[in-house]
């Protein structure tokens, strides 16, 4: 269905392309119907710029005395401005693949330029319409000097020089348009290539301009003029390629020829000496020669008292000698600031230094402390490891068993601990929020209440109001009501012996249970001293070497240091060797040791509170 409708659509605009030649006195109609077609919505960028190019080849093909007529219908139209603004005026991502169409377009719209006949609407036509006409044509050259790269070598320098033609063309139609040329920054992009086929076609459009209109330097203003020359000179001064420089300097006699513009030329110092030394032997060496001839004979003009050697050397001095006094005032009243700034300048740099090595210190101490921490780690694996190894076979899975259940109770913890805290902050602000809204409410509503309770209630009048004075039987009957009211009502108010009695026994009470706190946290401390000394042996015991390993060194740090725990182990031991050393008869019968009392390994240990464990071989 769409490619039934593009194909309705192209067919109606070739329609519209051909309606566009017809006889003069249905141009108007065929005109306005081309505009109606470019305004549908349905047109793609492809077709509009098919339709725009037949159309306005065709129209230009006319008759000389019917091209001005055409022009101006297509101008009034719209349809020269749907040209600039749907196409010259786009971005180049849009323009991908119609560059040779837009280049074609863009030279059709300059013809049409040069020949329209505004009529009445002349100075919107100059003011608006013919700027953006160039700030388009340079938009579409800048974008194809850009893509230039990715077109096929020849094919995009004709595009381009296609469009710098019809930049050409329409500055030759109207000149006043040369300040904004050279003024546009689409141009301004163009000159900052480095590409000398590029420097040479900006040289040549100018060439072309001034030799093709005789009268388009002599309306040119200054500034114009001056952007000119300093394009062209800088051209010499920058590139090194021989049609460029020949381009520049014939465009500079050219100017040269047309205008008096010697004496800028001679503006540019060492301009002449740039193209004896430079631009000899390049294959244009007639027209270097005349250029400098030209520069000479003008200097030659000047009087020769304004050239004396004298008086330049005079006015060197003085200029040396008022600069060097400016600068000695000036050096001397900057003294302090000049001390202020190096002072200023040697404190940030230090303390930037200080930040530096402050930095530096930070980070080596956090590698240091991430070491440690490593070390520390290993380390204790690697206990663990020893550890494991001293347990029975039997006890390992039960041992692992505990620290993973250990490890998995902490993370439990950790993660409900950080769950409650977070639940308790939010239930906390939000209960916080709430108690405060009910305490400004509750204070908002006691004042409004306390407000209504003192509007209503009655005037209060003074006590004292109609009672000068007491009479003695007022007086003995106030004193008998005071008196039975304190019978009926006794003080709880205890006397003041009675208080620092209790006060002593208060502080009795105190110090004895103080005391005993002492007592209970001396007897805690040594309880918990034995607890770890206890703890300390079992651990060193578990520990021991074998037998065929010990040293005397090592068997002197298992000695107990209790005597009595030492005499009892050491008589133990010796009965054991005893026993081992008895014929084997004798362990046989429940007969009575005649070597002397010795307790069994179980009883022994059980008396000494398993604190005497034997070492595994």
């Not at 605009?13 to 006195?25: G, Y």
């Not at 420089?245 to 004496?263: E, F, N």
Request: overall charge positive; hydrophobic content about 40%.
């Amino acid at each position: 269905m769409s490619r039934c409708c593009s194909n309705r659509s192209a067919s109606s605009l070739l329609r519209t392309a051909h309606l566009a030649i017809k006889p003069m006195e249905g141009r108007l109609e065929s005109v306005q119907e081309l505009k109606t077609q470019l305004e549908e919505t349905d047109v793609t960028l492809g077709q509009k710029i098919k339709l725009l190019n037949s159309a306005i080849n065709r129209a230009l093909h006319t008759d000389t005395v019917a091209l001005t007529r055409v022009t101006s219908e297509l101008y009034h139209s719209g349809v020269l401005r749907h040209c600039v603004q749907d196409v010259l005026s786009l971005d180049g991502r849009r323009l991908q693949g119609h560059w040779s169409s837009a280049s074609t377009l863009a030279q059709l719209t300059s013809s049409c330029c040069a020949a329209v006949d505004p009529g009445d609407h002349w100075e919107a036509f100059h003011t608006l319409f013919l700027p953006s006409v160039i700030d388009g044509l340079l938009s579409l050259a800048a974008q194809m000097m850009m893509m230039r790269t990715t077109s096929q070598g020849s094919e995009g320098v004709s595009m381009f020089r296609t469009v710098m033609d019809s930049v050409s063309q329409l500055l030759t139609a109207h000149a006043q348009l040369t300040s904004q040329v050279l003024s546009c920054v689409h141009y301004e992009h163009i000159q900052m290539c480095d590409d000398v086929t590029v420097s040479l076609m900006c040289i040549n459009m100018w060439l072309q301009t001034c030799s093709v209109s005789r009268n388009f330097l002599s309306s040119l203003s200054d500034d114009s003029i001056l952007l000119l020359l300093n394009e062209a000179v800088g051209h010499l001064a920058v590139s090194a390629d021989s049609a460029v420089g020949g381009a520049s300097v014939r465009l500079l006699l050219l100017m040269s020829s047309q205008l008096h513009v010697l004496p800028l030329l001679l503006s540019f110092r060492g301009l002449d000496n740039l193209l004896d030394k430079d631009w000899r032997g390049r294959g244009f060496d007639q027209d270097v020669d005349q250029l400098i001839k030209l520069m000479e004979s003008h200097r030659g003009r000047i009087s020769p008292s304004q050239e004396s050697s004298e008086r330049v050397r005079a006015a060197c001095v003085i200029q040396a000698a008022w600069r060097s006094h400016q600068t000695r005032r000036r050096v001397k009243s900057l003294s302090r600031a000049v001390s202020s700034l190096q002072r200023s300048f040697r404190a940030r740099r230090r303390q930037q230094q200080q930040q530096e090595e402050a930095q530096k210190w930070e980070e080596e101490l956090k590698y240091q402390v991430c070491l440690r921490r490593k070390q520390a780690r290993r380390a204790f694996h690697e206990k663990q490891r020893k550890l494991l190894q001293l347990l029975p076979p039997g006890q390992v899975q039960s041992y692992l068993s505990e620290c993973e259940r250990c490890a998995a109770v902490r993370i439990q913890s950790l993660w409900r601990g950080f769950r409650d805290r977070r639940l308790f902050t939010n239930t906390y602000r939000r209960s916080l929020r709430e108690r405060r809204a009910a305490t400004t409410l509750q204070r908002a509503v006691r004042r409004f209440l306390q407000r209504r309770r003192v509007a209503k209630a009655p005037p209060t009048t003074a006590l004292w109001l109609g009672h000068r004075g007491l009479t003695d039987s007022s007086r003995a009957e106030l004193k008998a009501q005071v008196e039975e009211y304190v019978a009926a009502h006794p003080s709880s108010c205890v006397s003041r012996e009675e208080c620092e009695r209790l006060h002593v026994d208060v502080q009795l009470l105190l110090q004895t249970e103080l005391q005993r706190e002492g007592e209970r946290r001396r007897e805690e401390q040594r309880r918990e001293a034995l607890l770890a000394h206890t703890h300390t042996l079992l651990e060193q015991l578990r520990e021991a070497p074998p037998l065929s390993v010990v040293t005397a060194t090592v068997a002197d740090s298992f000695l107990s240091p209790s005597g009595i725990i030492a005499a009892r182990a050491r008589d133990s031991h010796n009965a054991l060797l005893q026993e081992t050393r008895l014929p084997w008869w004798r362990t046989l019968g429940e007969a009575e040791d005649t070597l002397g009392p010795t307790l069994p390994l179980v009883e022994l240990e059980a008396e000494l509170g398993g604190l005497f464990v034997g070492g595994t071989v």
